[in-house]
């Protein structure tokens, strides 16, 4: 028998679009809405902004001067249970006098786990967990994954025509798809705490790679003011250290923000140089294939607590994500023209040794955008692919 009732899923679902107000702030903490309600009516509500401000219920309870006697919270996270930059929210709850607490999922961060809903229990509160669990998990998966492995949550981006191709024979690729496709590339950006890119890339096209406030969609800047917005790390793989201090200085790239040159060294664990404020160099591990270890730059990147990292690049890198099994989810757009066999393809991937040994993915989203069409894909977990043979 379901526990929750129809009521408890439309507070659930009020706190989980009151979470996904933090997407583009929170990071690298995790996206939490909270709903107070007290005689089936919301008395109060709140969301986490970002590291250093209110968690959700903390906001909630300040809307209401801490008191919620006898309430029922709805909160897509457990409570948190230890001393961070915030007071634990657990403690708070339990203070306030509230009755009855319904989270989406336990929190796994090792300072929490489960130990938020113990505190409450242990005060008579009545602790429940599991409703709308597959959305929270969904909405915080980069949370999720950091917490389990220590890695970012990799999106990969690729731009194609309808026969696969991202540019003619001679490099020309401005522009395959339109205006609102380029501008929902933003939104990517500014979803991400790092974009990846090639050395090609910067040499070719000699990108700024930071997202362009004015061009993001219009509901995502009348969600985030401008001043809010988080610019990414921009890390660039260089692994024969091409870009020079006297080419670095004249690329875009360098003009603004923090970036990140990533080349390689024969060394057995990642070692960080400072150039600048605003300039590093990250030596890793080259590969089979001489070129910077990806597994070993992840790694580093998820030791900086950044939870999504985008990686927007030429077919190279592109397919260096795709081969070595580092793609999380992947957004592809797809443009309406033809631009032939002897153009430059979209990827160069290793054929697999069967069909069932192939990466595969799921669908989850397919959008007309302007002229051109985005489609998402999740990665599937191997023992799921294998179920589904």
């Known amino acids: 028998m379901n526990k929750f009732s129809s009521e408890d899923l439309i507070f ?15 990071s690298p903490n995790p996206c939490v809405g909270c709903v107070i309600v007290r005689n089936g009516v919301i008395i109060s509500e709140g969301w986490h902004k970002k590291a250093g401000t209110d968690h959700a219920e903390a906001a909630a309870l300040r809307n209401i001067g801490g008191r919620a006697e006898g309430a029922t919270v709805y909160v897509t996270l ?50 429940e967990v599991g409703l709308c669990a597959a959305e929270a998990l969904e909405l915080n998966r980069a949370f ?33 798809t339109g205006p609102r496709a380029r501008a929902d590339v933003q939104r990517l950006r500014a979803l991400s705490d790092a974009v990846i890119t090639g050395v090609n890339t910067v040499l070719a096209d000699d990108p700024k790679l930071s997202v362009r406030y004015a061009e993001l969609p219009l509901k995502v800047r009348r969600l985030v003011p401008q001043d809010q917005l ?38 057995a664990a990642a070692q960080v140089e400072r150039v600048s404020d605003a300039h590093q160099i990250l030596w890793v591990p080259a590969d089979g294939q001489g070129r910077c270890d990806l597994a070993a730059v992840l790694k580093y990147l998820g030791g900086l607590e950044l939870r999504r990292v985008l990686v927007e690049a030429g077919s190279g890198v ?23 066999a002897d153009s430059r393809s979209a990827l160069q991937l290793n054929v697999p040794a069967s069909i069932a040994q192939a990466q595969r993915f799921t669908l989850k989203s397919v959008k007309r955008i302007g002229p051109d069409l985005r489609l998402h894909y999740e990665k599937q977990p191997a023992d799921r692919a294998v179920q589904e043979d």
Not at 16 to 26: S, W
Not at 86 to 94: D, G, Q
Not at 147 to 176: C, F, H, N, Q
Not at 330 to 339: F, T
């Open 12 to 26: 659930m679902r009020r706190a989980l679009k009151l979470a996904r107000r933090g997407r583009f702030t929170a």
């Open 78 to 127: 457990e409570p948190c249970s230890h001393y961070g930059r915030t007071p634990p929210c657990a403690k708070a709850l339990v203070k306030a006098g509230v009755r009855r607490v319904v989270a989406a999922v336990t929190d796994i961060n090792p300072k929490v786990s489960g130990r938020g809903m113990q505190i409450l229990a242990d005060a008579g509160i009545k602790a």
């Open 318 to 340: 592109t397919s260096a994500f795709l081969n070595a099994d580092l793609c999380d989810e992947l957004y592809c757009y797809q443009a309406p023209l033809l631009l032939g």
């Open 230 to 267: 988080r610019q990414p790390l921009k890390v660039v793989l260089d692994s024969k250290r091409r870009l020079t201090p006297e080419i670095c200085r004249t690329l875009n790239l360098f003009k603004e923000g923090q970036v990140l040159q990533v080349c390689t060294a024969e060394a």
């Open 144 to 176: 999720f994954k950091a917490m389990r492995t220590g890695l970012p949550y990799v999106t990969v981006k690729t731009a194609y025509s309808l026969d696969g191709r991202i540019a003619l024979p001679s490099g020309e690729s401005k522009w395959i």
